[in-house]
């Protein structure tokens, strides 16, 4: 399990299992690469995965983000990691923050070296605009932003604060608020409000709570979503690829017809409807996943 260079000095954590055709997976936000060892113990002996721990996360989570725009960020290491391994006729996976990672790459650089693509329950336009609804969080995405735009606020106030415990008791009380509405927003439980609040507002609760424990990285990701941009869309008609879609039909983030609708745009794309999935299929139908995974693999 190397740590590998990167450009920027730093080393990022690559864990890597299996023998055969080489298959590179993206982890969503706050994911560990041991989150997708269940399902690839059925194909450790046809394929050989390289399973990376983004900045911030895993045995990655001492590395901190050093750009403004965050998917460029994983971006530029996702390329070290190919680099540094010589990655070439592999297979590519991204799921949620990873999707983005990945159409980010496809913008920027194409998918060269990229023989299919599997993309897991993200949207191909983040920020929503005139003709698309279907961003983050869908319809009600404004409400989302708006809650972020004033979480960033406060969290501006204390620039040199590293953690959430260690701002003043009012700016943590104040923190939490905002927190608790749009955790219990996006999850669509408006009723776990003042239970998330009450528990955000304890030293050291948070860190056992959210993705993120850094506030650094959190104020890098608040900006980033809340600017609304990354259209990958008229990149994806340039995808030349196979491209496997997985598309969680309840999930409460990205909206289905907004994942659906890559298929308008890539040549070649196939949907694969979770129907008793939300936003982490991988958890909700894990039997279904790891056979739709197989047919991803062995370009079924």
Same mark, same amino acid.
């Given at each position: ?90 297979? %590519?996976?991204? $799921? +949620?923050? *990873? /999707? ?5 790459? @496809? ?114 990701? %608040?900006?980033? $979503? +809340?600017? *609304? /941009? ?5 990149? @994806? ?64």
């Amino acid at each position: 399990m190397p740590s590998i260079p990167l450009r920027d000095g730093h080393a990022l954590h690559v864990r890597t299992i299996g023998r055969g055709q080489p298959v590179l997976m993206l982890p969503g936000l706050g994911m560990s690469s041991s989150h997708w060892l269940p399902f690839l113990l059925p194909y450790l002996h046809r394929f050989r995965f390289y399973l990376p721990d983004f900045r911030g996360f895993g045995r990655s989570a001492h590395l901190r983000l050093n750009q403004a725009d965050v998917f460029r960020n994983h971006m530029e290491d996702v390329q070290d990691v190919i680099a540094h391994f010589g990655l070439r006729d592999f297979l %590519l996976t991204g $799921y +949620s923050l *990873g /999707g983005s990672t990945a159409l980010h790459l @496809l913008h920027e650089h194409g998918f060269e070296g990229v023989k299919r693509y599997l993309h897991i329950d993200q949207s191909p336009c983040v920020g929503n605009r005139e003709g698309w609804p279907h961003g983050l969080f869908g319809e009600r995405q404004d409400e989302l932003f708006a809650g972020m735009r004033r979480l960033q606020a406060v969290l501006d106030q204390y620039p040199a604060a590293a953690y959430l415990n260690e701002l003043p008791a009012p700016s943590r009380r104040d923190v939490a608020v905002v927190m608790a509405e749009v955790f219990s927003l996006m999850g669509g439980r408006p009723a776990m409000e003042p239970l998330l609040r009450r528990l955000l507002a304890m030293p050291g609760m948070a860190s056992r709570l959210l993705p993120l424990s850094r506030l650094d990285d959190a104020r890098r990701y %608040l900006a980033a $979503y +809340s600017a *609304g /941009g990354h259209d990958y869309r008229e990149s @994806l008609s340039r995808c030349s690829v196979p491209v496997t879609v997985m598309v969680g039909m309840r999930s409460p983030l990205y909206p289905p017809a907004g994942q659906m609708a890559m298929a308008d745009y890539a040549p070649r794309a196939r949907i694969v409807r979770f129907e008793k999935s939300g936003h982490v299929p991988l958890m909700d139908e894990p039997l279904r996943f790891t056979r739709e995974l197989g047919n991803f693999l062995y370009g079924r």
